[in-house]
Each structure stands twice: as C-alpha cells, then as structure tokens.
C-alpha cells in the first residue's frame, strides 16, 4: 500500500554532517506523522525524531536534540532527517516510518522502509 526508500546513508567523520532523505510512494497521504528510528547491531531500535502531518509540531530523543532536525515536503512525500555535529554513538541504520500519529513508538508505525546506513568514524 505504501512504499518508503531511504536515502543520504554514508561514512563521516566525528564532528560532520549528513541529511537522510525518505520518499513515500503508493498509497501515500500527507495526514499522516513521518519519524525516524535508527537501530545499532544488537540492540533494539530507538526512536529518533517524529513529526506531524502539518510539520508544526516536532519531537526528538534527548540524544540528538540539538543536533538533528526533521522536517518535511508534503507536496514531494517526502521527509528528510539533518543532522549535523555527528558523534561515533550515531552510527546505525536509520529507518523512516508513516503511521497515524507522531509517536516516540515504532510499534505506531504501519509502514518502514528498509532503511540506510549511517557510520560515524575517524
């Protein structure tokens, strides 16, 4: 019904920056919240940042507040992650998801990409 693709994945260097892109295909609709998650090997994943069908309202993990900002191009489905000040702790995949309401939860999430990558190191 929806499709996501993740996008903007690389290597970088402690202290730099990347902006991760997600387009929405499909069955798609701007009433619906957009976040990112991210997910280190073996841990659990992590929410990171979520907003709001409107892109008025905004939420972050304490862990990146600051740093990264989520944004949105209802007109491009698409939802784009900034984050600058890159730290080592950063490394994942980074994963975008659509659901209902923006949630700090990714079982809220009814569609994920497949994510991209993200490695911080020196």
């Known amino acids: 019904q929806v499709q996501l693709v993740e996008s903007g994945g690389g290597l970088v260097q402690p202290g730099g920056s990347l902006r991760l892109s997600c387009v929405a295909s499909?069955?798609?609709?701007?009433?619906?919240?957009m976040g990112w998650f991210r997910q280190a090997p073996g841990k659990e994943r992590e929410f990171v940042a979520t907003?709001?069908?409107?892109?008025?309202?905004?939420f972050y993990a304490d862990s990146v507040a600051g740093r990264f900002t989520i944004s949105r191009d209802n007109a491009k489905n698409t939802v784009y992650l900034q984050m600058n000040s890159l730290k080592s702790e950063d490394t994942a995949v980074y994963y975008c998801?659509?659901?209902?309401?923006?949630?700090?939860?990714?079982?809220?999430?009814?569609?994920w990409g497949q994510g991209t990558q993200v490695t911080v190191s020196s």
């Open positions: 998801g659509t659901g209902p309401w923006a949630s700090m939860k990714s079982s809220r999430y009814s569609y």
């Open positions: 499909g069955r798609t609709s701007s009433s619906y919240a």
């Open positions: 907003i709001a069908s409107s892109g008025g309202t905004t």
